[in-house]
């Protein structure tokens, strides 16, 4: 059975492949040799067009390889090679086949070098070789390619690819890429007009790019059409730039919320001036860092999961921590604000220096995971997948904190501790042991924000600095002791930074924030939310 | 002295050993004493960690060739804590409680300003190992970083002629480099003949974090129908949540390229550098560089930091020439009295690690090759061009109006770090 597999397929290759090709490989295979012996960039480029000239789509996977990076020569016989690189070792392909030739060690061969340029040039010369294309979404990615790179010379083949497509997306990206491959042509300015007002209809940035450039050279009714277009463009754009600062805001204000909220119970809750919260938040990093270095070396297949992995381990380490911080230090200074501060900061400062004695004082690497990396667009508003992740993580955090301190027994204990200690003493409830807890709770909480955070920022032992004025803030803003206070208080200081920044600039957006903050809490002194009753006055 | 220990501990170890060395050092023979000054604790520890480490190595390779004048070499580390005072006291206590012949330290510019007054009082030596803003020349200060024009210049005119850049995007943190060099940069750039409405400047607090209407801005700069370059003076911390928002904006090399003068090779190992090949940066060493003198610095870095992993960059190369400087100088004075080294020094030349030689000039810069390079896959960088020839650091840049007429010289009989050539007197800015 398998043989007659193979042998149906080695028919269906001699068909495939008609003869003319099949005299092209020496040509090919010749050309992609002289990679080996090209001198600079120029040389290298002049090979690429050499084969883009072919016009064979079978050389197409050596340059791909080549603007990756991954086209190899030996250094003994100058024989060229696609490989692929694990550890010391490389396994071979040949360039032309894609068969695997064999394995050998990495430092026998030199990287054929590439640069920006060439990277644009090999781009451009893929594009016109993969137009016809079996796959469409390859179609799709030349089309893209060669709306964003003119050239007059490619419109007889966009013309063909036209009126072959079927596809519905891939042929709208086929009619702008002739559009704008028209207006760097030497075409009639009637086709010139047509391509403006299809472009117009588009209304991204790619657009805007191509129209601005044509504009500033054309005349008369040309640039008039041109003009109408862009500004038509832009003000779209407008509108969606606003939205994307509600969008980006709301992102920094997940950030805040939850830097913030396990703050909001240490110190918005227990009252506790709680300098270290900020390294709660490494720890939780660093134990993803190390969560995700065990994965890396004993079950890779695990990588996407790591994240779910880290965030209970992240809670109980920051929640341990913050259990031996309040038994050994912060239960002897209740009541006294002062010395909790100098303390808690002393405490901020000695896990900071732990951490860069095992870890080392530079960056640790904590990977995205695929479902973390990259971003989907929604008309002009790209969002990123792991800001909308934390933002959805952000939420769901909350709710939990929510429902744990409404409706669960140890909730009520808190709250009846904070409300009245000496009544809920009376009441039989063991409150230096629920101090500890809710203590240890806002710790681990801030322990998960630092899994969460380790995907945007920095993991380094400064990681909790940057954090800790900015979750101050948004406790105080939000009101102390109000949980609900927090989440408006982040979001809306999220929000108006990021719509104060287009116009102040970000160290100037800062400063105004601050300035409103004071002066929003000289006429509120309690923040947003605040409490009211007995409990507040005692 | 062994330093086996993790690199934070041996700082530790070397405090405690510099506290009882009043005691040690009367039951030892006599030593050449080098101060080094770089924060082991704080922010910036994260960069100038490493430089300790290469400095201990440095010393230690120096007393197994046989130490310095029959005398071996004993390395006195204090910790400044990123703190900008603190430095000026540390180096105070280096010189005048240590007593030690040469300092090599500072990583920002605002703590080597707060330590030159204490240098220029106290007559010691400071050798400095970082790229930074220039317009300074000091006598007591040897600088073995890069000068603006033997890096940020030649970077610029990389993007104009390879990439034809015709619009710029210059974004740095806010502080005094970036600042400065981004003044240079905007009045090189003018004068070449870019319009002021296709240059915009953008600064960022330290540690900045969210970077996704910069990231946003820049792409709608770009979108003018010109080719747009970033010229990134972001500095630190920040630029790994910079560049993961590029990444993730799907910003990529080819289309808007950003050069870095802040970024190596350490920066880089924090991040996955997959989405940010053919991003730039200029420097004058990269750990790439195909020289038989850089393998085997980086073998025997890998050997005494036991760590495979850890790489090179350029600032622990200017550590190499400045310290291979000062020790010729030494050799060539017969002492370390400072004023004998100072005058020792002008003219001394030291392999640098990229192939050719470096020599100490007359302003107290030194000759540097530039390079320039694209972040590649592995977090490395491969270099895509470089000067034919070295560059002499020039202190006083030409293309600021205030200090386009001033030069700097140490040797006799000018011996001036400010001389203002329009009206032939030392001192003074401008004309």
């Known amino acids: 059975m398998t043989f007659l597999r193979a042998l149906a397929t080695m028919l269906l290759m001699l068909v495939a492949v008609p003869p003319a090709q099949a005299a092209d490989d020496a040509a090919i295979r010749e050309a992609i040799a002289k990679f080996a012996t090209a001198r600079n960039f120029a040389d290298t480029e002049a090979i ?60 026998d061969f030199t990287k054929i070098k590439v640069n920006n340029s060439l990277r644009r040039t090999i781009r451009a010369v893929v594009s016109g070789l993969t137009l016809a294309a079996p796959d469409s979404t390859v ?177 109980i380490v920051a929640g341990s921590v913050g259990l031996l911080i309040e038994r050994g230090i912060i239960r002897f200074l209740y009541g006294r604000p002062l010395e909790t501060l100098l303390a808690t900061w002393g405490v901020s400062l000695i896990l900071q220096q732990t951490v860069r004695t095992i870890f080392g004082p530079t960056n640790r690497e904590v990977g995205n995971p695929s479902w973390m990396s990259g971003a989907v667009q929604l008309g002009e508003l790209t969002v990123t997948w792991n800001r909308l992740w934390i933002v959805v993580f952000a939420l769901a955090v909350f709710a939990v904190l929510l429902y744990a301190i409404n409706r669960t027994s140890i909730g009520l204990r808190m709250r009846a501790v904070t409300q009245n200690r000496r009544m809920a003493s009376a009441m039989g409830i063991r409150t230096p042991w629920v101090d500890a807890m809710t203590f240890a709770l806002g710790s681990g909480i801030a322990g998960i924000a630092g899994v969460a955070l380790s995907q945007i920022d920095n993991v380094s032992p400064n990681l909790g600095q940057g954090y800790i004025i900015d979750s101050f803030m948004v406790v105080v803003f939000g009101g102390v002791g109000n949980l609900w206070g927090t989440l408006v208080g982040a979001f809306t200081l999220g929000i108006v930074n990021k719509f104060l920044e287009p116009y102040a600039g970000a160290v100037l957006g800062k400063i105004v924030v601050l300035v409103i903050i004071i002066l929003f809490i000289q006429k509120r002194p309690r923040g947003l939310f605040a409490l009211k009753g007995r409990a507040v006055e005692a | 002295m062994t330093y086996h220990l993790k690199s934070s501990l041996a700082g530790l170890a070397a405090l405690i050993a510099v506290s009882v060395s009043p005691l040690g050092a009367q039951a030892q023979e006599e030593t050449i004493k080098v101060g080094i000054l770089h924060s082991l604790s704080g922010t910036m520890a994260i960069s100038e960690t490493t430089l300790k480490d290469v400095m201990l190595m440095l010393i230690e390779q120096q007393n197994e060739k046989g130490g310095l004048l029959g005398k071996k070499l004993e390395a006195v580390v204090v910790d400044p804590a990123s703190d900008w005072p603190l430095f000026a006291e540390k180096a105070r206590e280096l010189i005048s409680v240590n007593k030690v012949a040469a300092v090599f330290g500072c990583w920002t510019s605002v703590s080597r300003k707060s330590v030159l007054p204490v240098f220029e009082e106290l007559n010691g030596l400071l050798f400095y190992p970082v790229q930074y803003e220039g317009e300074e020349s000091q006598r007591n200060v040897f600088y073995t970083g890069a000068a603006p024009n033997q890096q940020a210049i030649p970077a610029v005119d990389y993007l104009i002629n390879e990439e034809g850049v015709e619009r710029w ?195 107290h810069h030194i000759t540097k090759p530039v390079l320039i390079g694209e972040i590649q896959a592995d977090g490395q960088f491969e270099t895509v061009w470089e000067t034919p020839g070295l560059v002499v650091g020039d202190e006083w840049s030409d293309y600021l109006p205030d200090s386009k007429d001033l030069i700097a010289d140490w040797r006799a009989p000018m011996s001036c770090g400010n001389f203002n050539v329009a009206t032939g007197k030392c001192g003074g800015k401008g004309s």
């Open chain 1, 48 to 107: 690429v067009r050499e084969l883009g000239a072919s016009g064979d789509p079978r050389v197409e996977p050596a340059l791909a390889a080549l603007a990756d990076g991954n086209l190899n020569f030996r250094k003994s016989d100058r024989q060229v090679f696609v490989t692929k690189e694990s550890g010391q070792a490389a396994t071979l392909f040949d360039p032309l086949t894609g068969e695997t030739v064999g394995e050998a060690p990495k430092r």
């Open chain 1, 139 to 315: 179609r799709l990615s030349a089309a893209i390619n060669m709306f964003r790179a003119p050239d007059p010379a490619n419109l007889e083949a966009l013309d063909v690819a036209i009126a072959r497509e079927t596809e519905a997306r891939v042929a709208a990206a086929l009619e702008a890429a002739r559009a704008s491959s028209v207006l760097v042509s030497d075409q009639p300015d009637d086709r010139k007009l047509a391509a403006i007002a299809l472009l117009g209809q588009r209304g991204d940035r790619e657009t805007l790019s191509l129209l601005t450039a044509f504009s500033a050279r054309a005349e008369g009714e040309l640039k008039a059409a041109a003009e109408q277009a862009i500004d038509s463009i832009n003000a779209s754009l407008a509108l969606w730039s606003a939205g994307q600062n509600v969008w980006y805001g709301l992102s920094l204000g997940s950030v805040l919320l939850l830097a913030a909220i396990g703050l909001a119970i240490t110190f918005g809750v227990m009252g506790v001036i709680n300098m270290a919260h900020g390294e709660m938040v490494m720890l939780g990093a660093y134990t993803t860092f190390l969560v995700q270095e065990l994965i890396r070396v004993h079950q890779p297949a695990l990588f996407d999961w790591s994240l779910a992995i880290a965030l209970p381990l992240a809670f």
């Open chain 2, 169 to 363: 995007v210059l974004a740095g943190t806010d502080y005094v480099y970036p600042r400065t060099t981004n003044k240079i940069l905007e009045a090189y750039l003018q004068a070449k003949g870019v319009a002021p409405e296709d240059i915009m400047i953008n600064y960022t607090p330290f540690g900045h974090s969210d970077w996704q209407t910069i990231v946003s801005d820049i792409k709608g700069f770009g979108s003018a129908g010109k080719k747009t370059a970033v010229v990134s003076t972001i500095n630190g911390d920040a630029n790994v949540p910079f560049y993961k928002e590029l990444g993730n904006a799907g910003i990529k090399a080819e289309d808007i390229p950003v050069v870095a003068f802040s970024v190596g090779e350490e920066e880089l190992a924090g991040l996955d550098t997959g989405p940010l090949v053919g991003h730039l940066a200029a420097w004058n060493y990269f750990q790439s560089v195909d020289t038989e003198i850089n393998a085997e610095f980086i073998d025997s870095w890998k050997a005494f930091i036991k760590d495979d992993k850890r790489v090179t960059n350029d600032p622990m190369e200017a550590h190499v020439i400045g310290f291979n400087m000062w020790v010729k100088a030494v050799e060539k004075a017969g002492t370390t009295d400072p004023d004998a080294v100072i005058d020792a020094i002008i003219g001394v030349s030291v392999p640098n690690l990229s192939g050719g030689y470096s020599t100490m000039m007359p302003n």
